[in-house]
Structure formats: structure tokens, C-alpha cells
């Protein structure tokens, strides 16, 4: 059966002068407007189509894919506030609805509301600030190593709180970036570490298993530039990131292995490579 808030797959089944119908199964059909449609649309086809609620309640579908999807944690803009709630510009012509009870702070229209798209309880598609309400605090089955796409969802004192594949909380923290980060930004991290109570903790590098890859690169380095590099742990962060493309916090701890396995030497202006 086809998913209600997502794109699916579906064949035309006939039309009217209004627009098409879609076969959607046990859903019943699903009405295709012209202006909605690909163009050319014949009975027969087969269209990707996003399928939602009309504003009577019936199912739609649109060619259009929307900004985020069911099921998703997306930052979208509040396109207006009424005594309905707060309405979300998601790219449809019908916008999605955040309603009061859903909402946490202060809203204002022409901001950004970074929210979770769910079905409520009278299965229309719907927004929820409350993002708790959602996300897994824990997911013990996830392995260190593992990449995924995240999306910052704010501040605590040791970092930033992050969305895993829309559904798990992860820590980034602050000793491991080289720079701020901002709520609703999307960036790629890897699974760090997978604690006893099942707690994710996240990184921006990608996470080398054996734990010689950094030191490595460093050395290799070093033999390209005459066994001298001019950096040291006093560099600034960006310097490290973009000779490297790791924090300064794991940068520090390689040469501090490479020092006391006596391959380097740490002086003023930098580190050399030391004569076997």
C-alpha cells in the first residue's frame, strides 16, 4: 500500500477534465491535478507522486517533492501564524501544519522552526517542535565507525545535540570541531563511541578503526616537506583541519604518540621528523 506523506511510485488509472487519478491500492484513488502533474501525463503512466491531504480531508498527490517528507526532522520556514497554529513552507502549495500544541518557545512568522513531520491522531500530516516527543535517546545496535547524515538540533554544554537518520540523539562535542555549528545545519558524522547506557557520541571525522590513520598521514607529510611541518599543538584549528582534516583535539593526540614513540620531535615553530 502506498505511503501517506511520502513519494511513492503510482500508475495513472484515468482522468477528468480537472486531472488525473492514481491508483493507490487500499487507499482508494488518488486525485492528480493538471497543474500538479508531469507534463504529457497519459492513463497508463507510472508517476512518482507525494501524496497528502486536501484541506477537505480527501488524499492528494503532487509530481512537486516536498522540503522534507514523514517521518523526517527538518528545519523549514514559518510561512504564517494563524488561530490554527503556525503554517510551515515545506515547497507544496498546501503548507503543513504546526499546531499550537506542538509548538516550544516563541515562534514568529518568516523564521525557521526545526520540527519532526508525524501523522497525529486523525492521520493528517502534521509538525512537532517537541522533538523529544520523537527521537531515541538511546541506540545500542548502532556501531562505532558508522556514517551518517545528522542535523544539529542545539546547544549543551559539552557540544551540540544531533538527529541520527531522524531518529536517535547523538553528542558532537565541542573539543572535537573547529568550528560553531547552527541549529538545523545537515552535515555528515560518524558513530564515536556507543556508551554503556546506549548514548551516542558522535564525530565530524570519520572514525579510523585501528587508530593509525591521522599519525600516519603526519608522517607521510613530514617525508613530503623536508621533515619539518610548521605546526604544532599552538596552530589554530582551521591550520590543522586543512593540512589534516582532523580537529586540533585528535591532531594533538597523534603527535603526542608519534613524540613518545620518538618518530618526532616538538619544537617552536613545529614538528620535525626524527632520524630512525
Known amino acids: 500500500m502506498p505511503d501517506i506523506g511520502r513519494v511513492n511510485r503510482l500508475t495513472v488509472s484515468r482522468q477528468s477534465p480537472a486531472g488525473f487519478y492514481l491508483d ?9 491535478s493538471r497543474k500538479n502533474a508531469p507534463e504529457n501525463c497519459q492513463i497508463g503512466d507510472i508517476v512518482d507522486g507525494f501524496i497528502h491531504h486536501h484541506s477537505d480531508g480527501s488524499l492528494i498527490a503532487s509530481s512537486k517533492t516536498p522540503l522534507a517528507q514523514l517521518g523526517d526532522v527538518a528545519l523549514l520556514k514559518i510561512a504564517q501564524i494563524n488561530d490554527t497554529g503556525a503554517f510551515l513552507d515545506w515547497g507544496l502549495d498546501k503548507e ?3 499546531p499550537y500544541a506542538e509548538h516550544m518557545g516563541e515562534i514568529t512568522a518568516g523564521k525557521k522552526a526545526l520540527v519532526k513531520i508525524y501523522l497525529d491522531k486523525s492521520y ?3 509538525a512537532s517542535m517537541k522533538l523529544d516527543e ?15 547524515d545528522v542535523i544539529v538540533a542545539g546547544k549543551t554544554e559539552l557540544g551540540y545535540k544531533a538527529v541520527i537518520d531522524n531518529e536517535y540523539w547523538g553528542l558532537l562535542y565541542d573539543s572535537d570541531l573547529i568550528r560553531p555549528l547552527r541549529k538545523g545545519e545537515t552535515l555528515t558524522a560518524y558513530v564515536k563511541k556507543v556508551r554503556d547506557d546506549g548514548r551516542i557520541d558522535l564525530s565530524i571525522q570519520p ?7 591521522i599519525a600516519a598521514k603526519i608522517i607521510a607529510q613530514l617525508e613530503a616537506n623536508d621533515g619539518f611541518l610548521a605546526v604544532g599543538d599552538k596552530s589554530p584549528p582551521e591550520a590543522i583541519y586543512s593540512l589534516f582534516g582532523v580537529s586540533k583535539k585528535i591532531f594533538k593526540q597523534a603527535i603526542g604518540r608519534l613524540y613518545k614513540q620518538k618518530r618526532i620531535g616538538i619544537e617552536g615553530q613545529g614538528i620535525r621528523l626524527l632520524k630512525p
Open 96 to 98: 503543513l501544519l504546526l
Open 124 to 126: 493528517r500530516i502534521v
Open 24 to 32: 493507490g491500492g487500499d487507499l482508494g484513488d488518488i486525485f492528480l
Open 207 to 213: 572514525i579510523n578503526i585501528g587508530g593509525n590513520d
Open 134 to 148: 520523537f527521537i531515541e535517546d538511546t541506540a545500542p545496535h548502532l556501531s562505532r565507525g558508522q556514517r551518517f
